[in-house]
């Protein structure tokens, strides 16, 4: 019994192993616990394993090789397709096993402990971010329901919000102003809190290189450029700059057959937080560029002009991206276009 690849349905307890020979039938099939996981890897002779991308892929991947394994994480839309019968762990794992064998299957960039860190300091940013938005739509449907109305931004609400409860000439009761004015030292309590995120996210683009140099680049600062270490690295899982645009989903969703060739908008495939962090930094280019006579505002503006702004946004974003590529497989500095 030769075993080559193997197949890992992670879960919280109990992982179902199935190994497969080098003709892909299934020689081997086990149920190991949490704890005694790794043992059961262990015993096995260095062969190919494949997991899904999931809480704890990572951890379990260095783990892995760490034993002289080589592991393969796969998203889970393209372990599907090779589900057979009903689903449960034991088709799980042979279906993850047959997927990474397929010689032009796509797998998912690995995470160092750092990029993780910054990972989870953007996501508990957001986190918060996501929390403050929603307890300052709360205020408002409160204030609204007693028949006073303020226009939507976070800077109006810190601004209003306390110039309401003070108004004694207003139909709000004591109760009331009292579990506003809680919310409204909750959400200074979570500004707070975003504010110390941002400062350790600054830290971390201070300390690192690759971020200083990509940083350069209009439309991207510390935020996007810790992102994108977080994400992809040094960028290397990708053969060229239009592969990781189109991970990131800024290129157009297709919808073609025979000659008939339809381009839709974009996929919006890929990590969404970085998409959205590109794209709102090419609104702000976009923004900015009318005026300015350098070669690349030229490009934005005629870009604007013919297609529309939403579609120059794109394009910035989607150009962004593969300029961040490039630096990041070359190691140069950014040279703008004069």
């Known amino acids: 019994m030769t075993i080559t ?116 300091l953007h996501r508990a940013r957001r986190r918060l971010v996501n929390h403050r938005t929603a307890l300052v739509c709360q205020m408002r449907g409160i204030l609204l329901d007693r028949g006073i109305a303020f226009g939507q931004s976070i800077t109006r609400a810190r601004r209003m919000i306390p110039e309401i409860i003070a108004d004694r000439s207003n139909e709000l009761s004591d109760m009331c102003r009292d579990i506003i004015a809680s919310l409204l030292a909750f959400m200074h309590e979570i500004d707070a809190r975003i504010r110390e995120f941002d400062r350790r996210i600054d830290q971390v683009f201070r300390e690192n290189r690759a971020c200083q140099r990509i940083a350069k680049i209009r439309g991207v600062g510390p935020k996007t450029a810790t992102a994108v270490i977080a994400a992809v690295g040094t960028g290397r899982d990708f053969d060229n700059g239009r592969h990781m645009a189109a991970w990131l989903g800024l290129v157009p969703r297709q919808h073609s057959s025979g ?53 120059a946004i794109i394009a910035v974003a989607n150009k962004n991206a593969r300029v961040i590529w490039a630096l990041l497989n070359s190691g140069e500095e950014y040279r703008p276009a004069v």
């Open 5 to 120: 690849t193997v197949g890992i349905d992670l879960a919280k307890n109990v992982f179902e192993l199935c190994g497969l020979d080098a003709d892909g039938e299934v020689v081997f099939r086990r149920r190991a616990r949490r704890e005694t996981l790794l043992k059961a890897v262990g015993e096995l002779p260095a062969c190919i394993i494949g997991v899904e991308a999931c809480t704890g892929a990572f951890y379990w991947q260095r783990r892995f090789e760490e034993l002289g394994h080589e592991v393969r994480i796969i998203a889970a839309q393209h372990v599907k397709p090779f589900a057979r019968r009903q689903k449960n762990d034991r088709n799980d794992a042979e279906a993850i096993a047959v997927a990474i064998r397929q010689p032009r299957m796509r797998f998912v960039p690995k995470k160092t402990i750092e990029q993780q860190d910054i990972q989870t």
């Open 259 to 311: 000659n008939r060739r339809v381009l839709m908008g974009i996929s919006k495939r890929g990590d969404r937080h970085l998409r959205t962090l590109l794209v709102h930094g090419a609104r702000a280019v976009v923004r900015t560029a009318a005026g300015k006579t350098d070669r690349f505002s030229l490009w934005v503006n005629d870009l604007k002009e013919r297609r529309g702004t939403n579609r």
